[in-house]
């Protein structure tokens, strides 16, 4: 397998000035909300690969090996020459939240076909319940199937998301891109660094990812306690104390990152499913705890002994943990960079949710506040 990469990091950087030298099977872009929206950009990247599909999407940071690009007008191209394995991809329309794992379900069966070995999935951000969208796409995928992604972003402003498939730019949607053969190797792990704090909560009463009471009380008073005078700006400063989600004894949690609060009504809606009767504790980090996680989801993700090292690494890392680091974010990346080859291509993209293994349930879940690290290559 081939990987070349171009980061373009201003309007003026075209791709025209962009040389890649191999055959491409695949192309994926990363880019903020401005860039892929700007008129005719997604036209010149088509043009540059005439017939080459293109997958991607908005994002809150694009990722390379050189670390996170910081302003608007950032994009990575990242191009696949794979000698024996085939690709297929699907997208489909989120009619709405409640229907996320039906559309995952959807787009699982649509891919299931002999040779699967690896489901790289792009959604919408914003009009999508994540953890559903992954349940509907394991129930209808092998457990030996490897499935990561994200959910695609817009900076930290939660306003508009978009995917990519060739020259269009689309809302409300997930696409999907099936690997396909048995010289193709896919490993991913997550982690987080994030600690618990303060006494278990009990989730009284929710609905998927809405939480609207928490030990008999209003979420929203239940939470704005813990933060004091930080509760004024919520929900921004949800990102800092995302909360861990425990559905059984022995259970690290899951972490889930608030999107938004109803004043009204008192409750709280998270990236990912809240499950009544699961028990709540916030959570906090630190730059060094933060860089330690990644460094875990990387060490364990190497592909296993005999493999072909990997060529290429998709980083999926959440937009709280960026907010978080500010100015030291390349900091996590360069630790994920020290566990992979000199010459594995890292591409990826700070996001509003990963997709990936969760070692308590043994399987792919939806995680906010995570590294997750893919690690992808091709045996000769």
């Not at 699907?90 to 009619?95: K, N, T």
């Not at 730059?287 to 002994?305: K, Y």
Request: net charge negative; proline share 3%.
């Amino acid at each position: 397998m081939k990987i070349e990469q171009q980061v373009l990091s201003t309007f003026t950087e075209h791709m025209r000035t962009v040389k890649f030298t191999g055959k491409t099977q695949l192309v994926i872009i990363f880019g903020s909300v401005e860039r892929l929206e700007a008129p005719g950009e997604l036209q010149k990247i088509a043009a540059a690969f005439p017939g080459v599909p293109i997958v991607g999407c908005s994002t809150a940071g694009e990722i390379s090996r050189n670390g996170v690009v910081e302003h608007r007008t950032g994009v990575t191209v990242t191009t696949l020459d794979m000698a024996s394995t085939d690709i297929a991809i699907e997208r489909a329309v989120i009619p709405s939240m409640a229907a996320s794992a039906e559309t995952g379900a959807v787009l699982g069966k649509a891919l299931l076909k002999p040779d699967l070995r690896y489901v790289l999935v792009l959604s919408d951000g914003l009009k999508v319940n994540g953890a559903e969208l992954v349940r509907g796409l394991r129930g209808a995928l092998p457990e030996t199937t490897v499935i990561s992604g994200g959910l695609a972003g817009d900076d930290a402003r939660f306003g508009r998301t978009y995917v990519v498939q060739g020259s269009e730019l689309l809302s409300g949607q997930v696409v999907a891109v099936g690997f396909y053969g048995r010289k193709f190797n896919a490993r991913v792990m997550s982690g987080s660094g994030w600690v618990s704090f303060g006494m278990d909560r009990r989730v009284t009463r929710s609905e998927a990812n809405v939480v609207y009471e928490i030990d008999g009380q209003r979420a929203l008073d239940v939470y704005s306690a813990y933060l004091g005078e930080e509760a004024a700006n919520l929900p921004a400063t949800g990102l800092l104390y995302p909360l861990a989600v425990r559905i059984a004894d022995g259970d690290e949690g899951l972490i889930r990152t608030l999107l938004a609060v109803d004043r009204e009504k008192g409750s709280l809606t998270f990236a990912g499913d809240v499950p009544q009767g699961s028990n709540v504790r916030l959570m906090h980090a630190n730059n060094r705890q933060l860089v330690a996680g990644a460094g875990t989801a990387a060490e364990l993700a190497v592909l296993p002994a005999g493999s072909v090292p990997a060529q290429l690494a998709l980083l999926f890392s959440c937009v709280g943990r960026k907010l978080l680091m500010g100015s030291h974010t390349d900091m996590e990346i360069e630790e994920v960079a020290t566990h992979l080859p000199a010459e594995t291509v890292i591409s990826g993209f700070y996001t509003y949710g990963e997709i990936g293994y969760y070692k308590d349930s043994g399987h792919c879940e939806l995680h906010n506040q995570t590294m997750t690290v893919t690690t992808l290559s091709e045996e000769v």
